[in-house]
């Protein structure tokens, strides 16, 4: 499977409890699309937050995404890493 990093922009605010949130209810559904989140990074001042994952497709993250109620605004294949 691919990995992909997804970036989610106008969360200015964001506390550590709703990034908690917001990644849970990923997590709830990720299995139906086949995808694995891995980790969630946030900065509240800019509201960027961040998510890896690995997934068969970008289409399937941004499906997860929408259903729990947050779609990414980016997502980018991530192909090489060390």
Do not use: N
Request: glycine content about 8%.
């Amino acid at each position: 499977m691919a990995k992909f990093m997804d970036v989610h922009h106008g969360m200015s605010g964001i506390t550590a409890e709703q990034l908690k949130e917001a990644h849970a209810a990923d997590l709830r559904i990720e299995g139906e699309e086949g995808v694995s989140f891995e980790h969630a990074w946030a900065d509240p001042d800019s509201g960027t937050v961040y998510c890896l994952s690995e997934a068969p497709s970008k289409e399937a993250v941004q499906r997860v995404h929408t259903r729990s109620g947050h779609p990414a605004d980016e997502i980018h294949p991530v192909p090489l890493s060390v």
